[in-house]
């Protein structure tokens, strides 16, 4: 039986755009499980630009003063190293690092987290070690360097190599303290100046 032509011609133009339709749902698909496949690898590998060093920095204070920096110590005092560790990739505190103080006297301290003051719920996260500076502890410099290691991550902190600057154990009026430091002091600083500003920040003023 014969179709009439304009019916002829609707049928063949309908084959038509049902080919060109499946054809084009098939190649989406198709692209689309490519671009799906795609990132999974890439989440998958490590990025060229991980960086596998933690950021580690810090200073030192005594339990007697109120946060106030200090490197000189005497008798009879605690050292409070306050170190915290960024991992560089987040730009987070790396909380699930181990931190250590690695003394010159072969002592190794190791580090907690906690908030400072501990009881101030909005208070600052970073680690802190205590040692204690006794009448047996010898006097003069005390080298130390901070590392901290977070799974494949490491880290460490070595503080400036400035001899005035140096973490140091002395009494007041101890030899090997002047010796040390006022040696080494630039010409414009007086080290009767030195040791005064040094004994005002080791004995502050008590708070009445």
């Known amino acids: ?12 133009n309908f084959k038509k755009n049902a080919f060109y339709i499946g054809t084009f749902f098939a190649i989406a ?22 960086v596998k060093a933690s950021a580690v920095s810090g200073d030192t204070i ?12 005497e008798a009879d005092n605690k050292i409070i190293f306050r170190i915290n560790a960024i991992d560089p990739n987040t730009n987070k ?14 002592k190794v301290l190791e580090m907690k987290l ?4 501990p009881t101030d719920k909005s208070g600052l996260m ?15 410099i005390l080298n130390y360097y901070v590392t901290a290691t977070d799974g494949d991550k490491k880290g460490e902190n070595h503080p400036f190599k400035v001899q005035p600057s140096l973490l140091t154990i002395a ?18 600083i007086k080290p009767a100046e030195f040791l005064n500003s040094l004994q005002a920040i080791s004995n502050p003023a008590k708070k009445v």
């Not at 039986?1 to 063949?12: F, G, H, N, T, Y």
């Not at 009494?171 to 414009?188: E, I, V, Y």
């Open 62 to 73: 005594s339990e007697k003063t109120d946060c106030i920096l200090q490197i000189r110590f």
């Open 93 to 106: 505190q790396a909380k699930s690092a181990k931190l250590q103080v690695h003394l010159s006297t072969g």
């Open 171 to 188: 009494g007041k009026d101890s030899a090997d303290f002047k010796k040390t430091h006022l040696s080494a002091l630039p010409p414009a």
């Open 114 to 117: 906690d908030r400072n003051p």
């Open 29 to 50: 698909m198709i692209l689309g499980a490519c671009s799906n496949d795609q990132p999974q690898k890439r989440y998958g590998q490590k990025t060229a630009g991980e």
């Open 126 to 140: 970073f680690w802190t070690a205590a040692y204690p500076v006794t009448q047996d502890t010898p006097t003069g």
């Open 1 to 12: 039986m014969l179709m009439p032509p304009r019916l002829e011609r609707k049928i063949q």
